[in-house]
């Protein structure tokens, strides 16, 4: 066969190849519907991962303009089950921004960004969002209102910003929101007030007597351990070298020296490490107990919002 005749034939091949390729799909009745059908069963059986895929290329290529903003809604909740709290935000955000979407959708989008921040652990992104839900929105409802100022009184407990506490709001129509401000208030007022553990009293207790600071953070087997070890050394060590075992005494009495310094490190740690616990558990019964918290349902494509003060693993 001449080789141009070759070359013809391959160019042929490739010619019937890519229209293949490029209608193939609508040939076998392919339709971009079937790609938002194939989400829902993946979001069904829990493959979040391969959902949040299949969702994004039904927003690349979808033209029915209601369901993509349900996609793309559904895809930012999806990255918050997957813990990308990040990718949640950033994708809750566009929604906000986008002028095409409608003003209810917008300000949902705004205030579920505003949460996966929080949930990101980014409090000053958190901050700045809430202020500045006005420009991102072009103005907030009067129920947007009420939950930024019920937000901002929330982080100021957390963070333990009074100004920021003083924010709650008391007085509005929403009962759940008001008590809700109460308590946290309480609990604000309960934490300012709570004793800490002060390192430095811990540490020149137990610099007077071995095992005292022990005893005040409140770990008196420690504490007695470390008296009982620290006398039998000191004495032991004496009695050494009153025998004239003089080799033996400054081996005892050096390890008598390195405990009786070591328990005083102890204490000053473990007073710090009790002041973190104590915190860490005070934000996470402010986080599961009384942060506000924004959720989606999707029935036959409308879009439905919801606000809780249920715990987060509660949504799982």
């Known amino acids: 066969m001449p080789r141009h005749s070759i070359h013809k034939a391959f160019n042929a091949l490739f010619f019937l190849a890519a229209v293949f390729i490029l209608t193939g799909p609508a040939c076998h009745g392919y339709d971009i519907e079937d790609e938002y059908a194939f989400a829902s069963t993946l979001i069904a059986s829990r493959d979040y991962d391969q959902a949040v895929i299949s969702l994004r290329r039904y927003v690349l290529f979808s033209?029915?303009?209601?369901?993509v903003v349900t996609a793309r809604f559904i895809s930012g909740s999806l990255y918050d089950l997957l813990d990308r709290h990040d990718r949640a935000a950033s994708c809750f955000l566009e929604l906000a921004r986008d002028e095409t979407v409608g003003?209810?959708?917008?300000?949902?989008?705004?205030?579920?960004?505003?949460?996966?921040?929080?949930?990101?652990?980014?409090?000053?992104?958190?901050?700045?969002?809430?202020?500045?839900?006005?420009?991102?929105?072009?103005?907030?409802?009067?129920?947007?209102?009420?939950?930024?100022?019920?937000?901002?009184?929330?982080l100021g407990v957390y963070a333990g910003s009074s100004e920021l506490a003083d924010l709650l709001p008391?007085?509005?129509?929403?009962?759940?929101?008001?008590?809700?401000?109460?308590?946290?208030?309480?609990?604000?007022?309960f934490w300012e007030t709570h004793p800490r553990k002060n390192p430095v009293t811990a540490g020149l207790l137990s610099t007077l007597i071995p095992g005292a600071g022990q005893f005040y953070n409140g770990r008196y087997w420690d504490g007695g351990v470390a008296l009982g070890v620290i006398l039998g050394g000191s004495y032991w060590t004496y009695d050494l070298f009153d025998r004239g075992e003089d080799s033996w005494g400054w081996t005892v009495g050096v390890l008598t020296g390195l405990l009786y310094f070591g328990q005083i490190r102890n204490a000053v740690i473990d007073s710090v490490k009790i002041n973190e616990r104590n915190e860490l558990e005070f934000k996470q019964k402010l986080v599961d107990d009384y942060f506000?918290?924004?959720?989606?349902?999707?029935?036959q494509d409308d879009l439905r919002f919801g606000v809780s003060f249920y715990p987060a693993a509660s949504r799982r």
Do not use: W
């Open 63 to 67: 033209e029915n303009e209601s369901r």
């Open 103 to 154: 003003g209810d959708h917008r300000e949902h989008a705004a205030f579920m960004a505003i949460q996966s921040m929080f949930l990101n652990k980014d409090l000053a992104g958190f901050h700045i969002q809430l202020d500045d839900l006005d420009s991102t929105l072009g103005g907030v409802s009067e129920t947007g209102a009420t939950h930024r100022r019920y937000l901002k009184g929330f």
């Open 170 to 189: 008391l007085e509005t129509g929403e009962p759940d929101l008001v008590r809700h401000s109460v308590d946290l208030k309480q609990q604000f007022q």
């Open 292 to 299: 506000l918290r924004f959720s989606l349902s999707v029935k």
